[in-house]
């Protein structure tokens, strides 16, 4: 009976434990080992499912298209608690979470309601260098997120060596209204590019702008040796936008992608993810 009792305050001592992590609003004792997690940023959902810590609840790009599916059906079933511009406090709360992840930029204003309900951890900025973030996760999971970065990593290697990528250029295109988004080498997608051995076309703009918008007159601004351009719908050759398919010359082969994970899948999973459809894309005869 005694081992069991000893058993048993093991067990709660590790449930009430806590460590101290230090974000952008200061340092915020969190559970040593958080069980639920609600989410408001799509790198702390990608990151936390990367690291076995599947959220209880999470916001979204949008509600009707939920959780993206490339996260697997893991986080099929995850509750959405509002979008990542305006999630809903009263959904969060009633989730009794044990731990919040937000963003300054996004939810500064509420991070005094979000502490109120569970401890609350905010990092910096969406606009920081991904990994960074990945790295906050996983401290504030308690989890180490090194391994997956360096999984990251050393696919981009094995990428670039087997396909011979350095000296090629490559360029992602978002068709949005009747602009395209060119995305620099500050994005995510744009990054995983070129730790694949891409160089993203230079642009002034890239050295503090993570994308830059053009008209479509200014299409060909986009030429690379690589071009790839996302799709709500990418199997569907009608989504490839005109100013793409009007000028053959400067674009001769380019490709359709998933911009549910090129765009807004940052994160190590999301990063796997772009990594597949690169690999996919070169293999192509």
Do not use: K
């Amino acid at each position: 009976m005694a081992s069991a009792c000893s058993t048993d305050a093991t067990a709660e001592d590790a449930a009430d434990s806590t460590r101290t992590v230090t974000h952008a609003r200061g340092d915020t004792e969190v559970p040593s080992s958080p069980l639920r997690v609600v989410t408001l940023e799509p790198v702390q959902l990608d990151t936390s499912v990367a690291l076995g810590v599947v959220p209880v609840g999470t916001s979204v790009l949008s509600e009707a298209t939920g959780v993206p599916p490339y996260l697997g059906d893991e986080a099929s079933r995850i509750e959405t608690v509002g979008t990542v511009a305006e999630p809903r406090v009263e959904a969060i709360a009633a989730l009794q979470p044990d731990l919040i992840l937000g963003t300054e930029t996004r939810h500064s204003e509420l991070y005094e309601r979000l502490s109120a309900i569970a401890p609350t951890v905010f990092m910096a900025s969406q606009s920081d260098p991904w990994q960074d973030n990945v790295r906050l996760v996983g401290r504030a999971l308690g989890r180490d997120a090194e391994p997956l970065l360096g999984e990251y990593d050393a696919r981009c290697d094995e990428i670039a060596d087997r396909f011979d990528t350095a000296g090629s250029t490559a360029q992602l295109i978002r068709p949005r209204n009747e602009e395209l988004t060119l995305y620099g080498p500050l994005s995510f997608a744009g990054s995983t590019l070129e730790c694949a051995g891409f160089t993203t076309p230079p642009r002034p703009e890239w050295s503090n702008e993570i994308s830059v918008d053009v008209s479509p007159e200014l299409a060909t601004e986009a030429r690379a040796d690589l071009v790839v351009v996302t799709s709500a719908t990418p199997d569907d050759p009608a989504s490839m936008p005109t100013s793409v398919t009007s000028n053959t010359t400067a674009f001769p082969n380019p490709h359709l992608v998933d911009q549910s994970y090129w765009i807004t899948g940052v994160g190590p999973r999301g990063g796997q993810a772009v990594l597949d459809d690169i690999e996919r894309l070169l293999s192509q005869p």
